[in-house]
Protein backbone atom coordinates (compact mmCIF):
# COMPACT_ATOMS: atom_id res chain seq x y z
CA UNK A 1 0.00 0.00 0.00
CA UNK A 2 1.47 3.58 -0.86
CA UNK A 3 1.69 5.50 1.51
CA UNK A 4 3.15 9.57 1.57
CA UNK A 5 4.44 11.35 4.28
CA UNK A 6 4.81 15.43 3.67
CA UNK A 7 6.60 17.42 5.82
CA UNK A 8 9.02 21.27 5.72
CA UNK A 9 5.56 23.18 5.31
CA UNK A 10 5.93 26.34 8.51
CA UNK A 11 5.08 30.32 8.39
CA UNK A 12 7.65 32.17 6.50
CA UNK A 13 7.98 35.81 5.44
CA UNK A 14 7.01 36.95 2.08
CA UNK A 15 10.38 36.33 0.07
CA UNK A 16 11.39 33.88 1.87
CA UNK A 17 11.69 29.95 1.30
CA UNK A 18 10.74 26.50 2.30
CA UNK A 19 11.13 22.93 1.36
CA UNK A 20 8.93 20.85 1.38
CA UNK A 21 9.49 16.88 1.25
CA UNK A 22 7.33 13.75 0.77
CA UNK A 23 8.72 10.96 1.85
CA UNK A 24 6.69 7.64 -0.06
CA UNK A 25 6.92 4.10 1.07
CA UNK A 26 5.27 1.18 -0.34
CA UNK A 27 5.90 1.81 -3.78
CA UNK A 28 9.00 1.58 -6.48
CA UNK A 29 9.57 5.50 -6.52
CA UNK A 30 10.53 5.73 -10.09
CA UNK A 31 7.28 4.05 -11.48
CA UNK A 32 5.67 6.78 -10.31
CA UNK A 33 4.53 10.24 -10.96
CA UNK A 34 4.43 12.22 -8.09
CA UNK A 35 2.66 15.59 -7.96
CA UNK A 36 2.23 18.59 -5.24
CA UNK A 37 -0.93 20.41 -4.78
CA UNK A 38 -2.25 23.16 -2.52
CA UNK A 39 -5.59 23.76 -1.66
CA UNK A 40 -6.17 27.41 0.32
CA UNK A 41 -9.48 28.27 2.33
CA UNK A 42 -12.71 27.93 0.25
CA UNK A 43 -10.63 27.54 -2.93
CA UNK A 44 -10.29 24.25 -5.38
CA UNK A 45 -7.37 21.90 -4.96
CA UNK A 46 -5.12 22.46 -7.55
CA UNK A 47 -1.64 20.92 -9.09
CA UNK A 48 1.39 22.98 -8.33
CA UNK A 49 3.97 20.75 -9.78
CA UNK A 50 4.34 17.52 -10.64
CA UNK A 51 7.34 15.07 -12.13
CA UNK A 52 6.79 12.42 -14.29
CA UNK A 53 7.79 8.94 -13.90
CA UNK A 54 10.41 6.91 -16.34
CA UNK A 55 11.34 10.75 -18.07
CA UNK A 56 11.78 12.80 -14.99
CA UNK A 57 9.52 15.25 -16.54
CA UNK A 58 8.29 18.14 -15.02
CA UNK A 59 5.12 20.61 -15.11
CA UNK A 60 4.67 23.74 -13.02
CA UNK A 61 1.92 25.80 -12.90
CA UNK A 62 2.05 29.28 -14.03
CA UNK A 63 2.01 30.77 -10.81
CA UNK A 64 4.80 29.27 -9.38
CA UNK A 65 7.22 29.02 -12.86
CA UNK A 66 10.81 30.53 -11.75
CA UNK A 67 9.86 30.24 -8.44
CA UNK A 68 9.18 26.36 -7.45
CA UNK A 69 11.84 23.56 -8.50
CA UNK A 70 10.68 20.06 -7.79
CA UNK A 71 13.14 17.08 -7.47
CA UNK A 72 12.99 13.12 -6.55
CA UNK A 73 15.72 11.49 -5.28
CA UNK A 74 14.65 7.71 -5.52
CA UNK A 75 16.91 6.46 -3.41
CA UNK A 76 15.94 8.24 -0.45
CA UNK A 77 11.98 7.34 -2.24
CA UNK A 78 11.65 11.20 -1.60
CA UNK A 79 10.59 14.14 -3.46
CA UNK A 80 11.05 17.69 -3.04
CA UNK A 81 9.13 21.12 -3.72
CA UNK A 82 11.80 23.93 -3.23
CA UNK A 83 9.72 27.61 -3.02
CA UNK A 84 11.48 30.34 -3.41
CA UNK A 85 10.09 34.05 -3.37
CA UNK A 86 7.17 32.95 -1.90
CA UNK A 87 3.92 35.54 -1.53
CA UNK A 88 0.94 35.79 0.50
CA UNK A 89 -1.04 34.06 -2.44
CA UNK A 90 1.06 30.69 -1.85
CA UNK A 91 -0.56 30.36 1.43
CA UNK A 92 -2.40 26.84 1.51
CA UNK A 93 -2.10 23.31 3.01
CA UNK A 94 0.56 21.23 0.54
CA UNK A 95 -0.31 17.45 -0.41
CA UNK A 96 1.48 15.06 -2.21
CA UNK A 97 0.17 13.07 -4.35
CA UNK A 98 1.13 9.28 -6.40
CA UNK A 99 -0.03 7.77 -9.82
CA UNK A 100 1.70 4.69 -11.39
CA UNK A 101 3.07 5.16 -15.05
CA UNK A 102 2.00 8.70 -15.43
CA UNK A 103 3.15 11.76 -17.35
CA UNK A 104 2.77 15.03 -16.08
CA UNK A 105 0.75 17.08 -17.97
CA UNK A 106 -1.74 19.23 -16.41
CA UNK A 107 -2.66 17.37 -12.78
CA UNK A 108 -5.85 17.16 -11.67
CA UNK A 109 -6.64 15.31 -8.58
CA UNK A 110 -8.64 12.29 -9.91
CA UNK A 111 -6.13 11.60 -11.77
CA UNK A 112 -4.20 10.96 -8.66
CA UNK A 113 -4.49 7.71 -6.54
CA UNK A 114 -2.38 8.22 -3.54
CA UNK A 115 -2.47 11.12 -1.03
CA UNK A 116 -0.42 12.55 1.87
CA UNK A 117 -1.75 14.10 4.86
CA UNK A 118 -0.66 17.87 3.72
CA UNK A 119 1.29 20.17 5.43
CA UNK A 120 0.30 23.89 5.90
CA UNK A 121 2.42 27.11 4.27
CA UNK A 122 1.77 30.35 5.28
CA UNK A 123 3.38 33.08 4.22
CA UNK A 124 2.69 36.00 6.27
CA UNK A 125 4.52 39.15 7.69
Known amino acids: QVHLVESGGGLVQPGGSLRLSCVAS????????IAWFRQAPGQEREGVSC????????YYADSVKGRFTISRDNAKYTVYLQMNSLKPEDTAVYYC??????????????????WGQGTQVTVSS
Open 26 to 33: GLTLDYYA
Open 51 to 58: VSSRDGST
Open 97 to 114: AADLFRLCTLPTPADFSS
